[in-house]
């Protein structure tokens, strides 16, 4: 399989965390790949017409995209404990947890996006702000549900370290732990997890 990423994507870490702790790692060749949303990628785009990372090409040549579908296709092929639950309470946590650590990455990046990337002239503070409020939220929303959190990692749980992580790595100086001692705290030994040491981003 061919898994074409970018080591700062936090979407494209998510699935190199799930392959890790589905024992598929050794399976998967990486991929670096560049992508602007400015500036068209046209090798990506024969795999994926939307030119977006990370995109995972099977064995037998068939595409997938995004994270969810292909994090859901790599446990799939797990076979050790399954990162997505049965259906029941605990599938269903887990993928709120997924939704919610996507969603606050949707409104980050749209953040990085612009202040790196937009002339300063461009820039809408306003609705940074509005996306900085969503995301802040959103965390408040984990720190409340951090024990569900605390259980054999998910698809949910391995969605949030990745986030968490990413926010570490792009904003740093907007600390999410402020607040939020029992998400911080579930953080530091998974941080420390092989999968998580593994996959750590470049700059």
């Not at 602007?36 to 990506?44: E, F, I, Q, Y």
């Not at 959190?149 to 992580?165: D, N, R």
């Not at 607040?179 to 981003?201: C, D, E, H, I, Y």
Request: charged share 20%.
């Amino acid at each position: 399989m061919k898994l074409y990423i970018s080591s700062a994507s936090p979407f494209a870490r998510k699935v190199r965390l799930v392959a890790h702790e589905a024992g598929l790692a050794a399976r998967i060749e990486e991929v670096a790949t560049v992508v602007s949303p400015l500036k068209a990628n046209g090798d990506l785009a024969k795999a994926n017409p939307l030119m977006k990372l990370p995109t995972l090409v099977t064995d037998d040549g068939f595409a997938l995209f995004d994270s969810p579908v292909i994090c859901e296709y790599l446990d799939s092929l797990n076979a050790g404990r399954k990162l997505f639950p049965v259906p029941g309470p605990a599938r269903w946590s887990a993928l709120r947890q997924q939704a919610v650590a996507d969603g606050i990455l949707d409104a980050a990046i749209g953040v990085r996006y612009q202040t790196a990337l937009a002339p300063k002239e461009l820039h809408w503070t306003a609705w940074q702000d509005g996306q900085r409020a969503k995301w802040r939220q959103a965390l408040d929303f984990l720190e409340a549900d951090a024990q569900a959190l605390a259980v054999e990692p998910t698809i949910g749980s391995i969605s949030v370290a990745a986030t968490l992580a990413w926010l570490d790595f792009r904003f740093g100086a907007d600390d999410w732990r402020v607040g939020r001692p029992a998400l911080a705290a579930w953080f530091v030994p998974f941080a420390q997890r092989p999968s998580m040491l593994a996959t750590q981003p470049m700059a």
